[in-house]
């Protein structure tokens, strides 16, 4: 790698939401930087610092882009590289999970473990979910088996979560299509472990009358208590280690525009919640 002067580099993640698709994103970058010999800033809000002369104090960003930071980079002409596949902000340079492979190895697992019933809980509007509903529901459909989908609005859950009591209810009237035994995966861990225990309210075994695979691989939701939740690993801090080097391409004056590079996931690692046995 090409040592260049000393680079100072903003790097806006939404840290204090300390999940693995931020923190290792994080690691990654850095880990990219630390060759380089940049110096990186935490600043979760880079698109309020002060300009001089209509320039940025920074010589790029990697951020979750919103469309505050996005404005800012492009007023300011500083190289900014994004990472947050739901972005609301279009063609911009980004490094993303491969959501739609997460789901192809999701229905691969379950396939593998003899199920002949599968479903999707994902959810509403967010592209990452829709793209790894379509794999896994592609891959389920390519074995001559249907998959029933549920989707929801994740920020219904949010905050105080005013959407709880209609999460549940849609969850239990979900359940009454069902044949069992059933293999499914759900978007994330978070709310993997809230249909865990939705399940298990409604007297039904995980893993042998529903199994289920989540996704990010998030150890404190995994690991416990059991039984122990089978994930996806996305990759994270490869996808921060790519985007640190696409925004070094970006800085030596390579266009990017609306290069997008898909980073798949790194493993599935079975636990309780798949073993049948």
């Known amino acids: 790698m090409k040592q260049n002067p000393t680079r100072h580099i903003a790097i806006s993640l939404e840290m204090e939401w ?47 882009a919103t469309p505050a930071i996005a404005n800012f980079a ?35 697992h379950l396939l593998s473990r003899g199920f002949s019933h599968f479903g999707y809980l994902g959810y509403k509007n967010d592209l990452d979910a829709r793209r790894q509903c379509e794999g896994f529901t592609k891959t389920i459909a390519d ?50 472990r809230y249909f865990m225990d939705i399940c298990r309210s409604n007297n039904l075994n995980i893993s042998q009358d529903v199994a289920l695979v989540g996704a990010s691989n998030e150890p404190a939701l995994c690991e416990s208590p059991p039984p122990t939740l089978t994930s996806i690993d996305m990759g994270f801090a490869q996808i921060g280690f790519q985007a640190a080097g696409m925004l070094e391409r970006l800085m ?15 493993e599935l690692v079975p636990r309780q919640s798949t073993d049948l046995y």
């Not at 500083?78 to 972005?87: D, G, I, R, Y």
């Not at 549940?168 to 293999?183: Q, R």
């Open 74 to 108: 492009k007023k300011t002409n500083t190289p900014l590289v994004n990472v947050w596949l739901n972005s609301p902000v279009k063609d911009l340079p980004g490094v993303f999970p491969d959501f739609t492979r997460s789901g192809e190895m999701g229905a691969e």
């Open 18 to 64: 300390a999940y693995k698709r931020h923190l290792e994103v994080f690691a990654g970058c850095q880990k990219y930087a630390d060759e380089a010999g940049w110096n990186c800033q935490i600043h979760p809000a880079v698109d309020r610092t002060p300009s001089l002369d209509g320039n940025s104090c920074f010589d790029g960003i990697i951020a979750r």
């Open 143 to 192: 074995h001559g088996h249907r998959c029933s989908v549920h989707r929801f609005s994740r920020s219904r859950l949010s905050g105080s979560a005013p959407g709880w009591e209609a999460f549940v209810a849609g969850i239990e009237d979900w359940m009454k299509s069902w044949e069992m035994p059933i293999g499914i995966m759900v978007s994330h861990d978070l709310f993997a």
């Open 252 to 266: 030596i004056g390579e266009d990017l525009t609306n290069l997008t590079e898909l980073v798949p996931p790194s």
